[in-house]
């Protein structure tokens, strides 16, 4: 059995995280990006990568693109794929804001997957263990690529958009009433960022693994009594 051949496009926050659990994996993947010097500078920091020109794209078995939602379908359109071609890989739209449906109304005798990132690049470069959503059942040469990096998950993209607008807002929300609050009390802008930066990301860690202090736990429980009042 020949070796799968699966090529990123996109070397972002999200195409950066991927690939550097992949090549601690020693994954073999084909990196591509139009500027050139900017592959070549990616390909040497990452053993398991190689380079791919333009003249490859249509030749690999699976191509991600990890791109902008305004970039994906014009990409498409130039890699000139046609439904009479012997091989054609299988692509996958990682665009959050670009629905999958989108692409195969556009190109429907293309094979295109969605296969959508719940979380923030920056956690999945510093812990793995992704979570991602796809609506369909992935062909098994793309399911087991990305099973080095985390698990797959059947559910609409719209799940997904909801999930990751009400984490941004209410995260927001969190950060301005910090500032407001630390604002009001003169504390200093030093203390507030250590508290944006560092103590509330990880009290929000703690919690959902629930290994909460015993400081946090009994506020923890002051609040569940003032909810329970307001009701």
Same mark, same amino acid.
């Given at each position: ?19 550097? =659990?992949?090549? %601690? @994996?020693? @994954? ?6 139009? !500027? ?7 390909? %040497?920091?990452? %053993? ?8 490859? /794209? ?8 990890? /791109?902008?939602?305004? &970039? *994906? ?8 794929? @046609?439904?009479?071609?012997? =091989?054609?890989?299988? /692509? ?19 094979? *295109? ?10 956690? /999945?470069?510093? =812990? ?18 990305? %099973? ?8 609409? &993209? !719209?799940?997904?958009?909801?999930? !990751? ?37 990880? *009290? ?9 202090? =015993?400081?946090?736990?009994?506020? *923890? ?11």
């Amino acid at each position: 059995m020949k070796p799968i051949k699966v090529g990123l496009i996109g070397l972002g926050k999200l195409g950066t995280a991927m690939l550097t =659990h992949w090549d %601690q @994996q020693r @994954q073999s993947i084909g990196l591509y990006h139009p !500027n050139r010097t900017k592959a070549e500078q990616c390909v %040497q920091n990452y %053993q398991s990568s190689y380079l791919l020109k333009e003249e490859d /794209l249509s030749e690999v078995d699976v191509l991600i693109l990890a /791109l902008p939602a305004m &970039e *994906v379908i014009p990409f498409i359109s130039r890699l000139k794929l @046609q439904s009479n071609m012997k =091989h054609s890989p299988f /692509l996958i739209n990682m665009a959050t804001n670009l629905p999958t449906n989108k692409i195969i109304t556009e190109f429907p005798f293309l094979k *295109v997957h969605g296969i959508k990132y719940m979380g923030h690049a920056k956690d /999945l470069l510093e =812990h793995g263990n992704g979570l991602f959503i796809s609506e369909t059942v992935l062909p098994p040469i793309v399911e087991e690529f990305y %099973q080095f990096i985390g698990k797959i998950i059947i559910d609409s &993209e !719209n799940c997904l958009k909801e999930v !990751n607008k009400l984490a941004t807002y209410f995260s927001l929300k969190t950060a301005i009433h910090l500032e407001n609050e630390f604002t009001k009390r003169g504390l200093s802008p030093e203390y507030l960022k250590r508290a944006l930066t560092s103590l509330a990301p990880e *009290v929000i860690r703690s919690y959902s693994e629930g290994s909460l202090g =015993h400081f946090a736990k009994e506020i *923890v429980k002051e609040i569940k009594e003032e909810n329970e009042e307001n009701m």
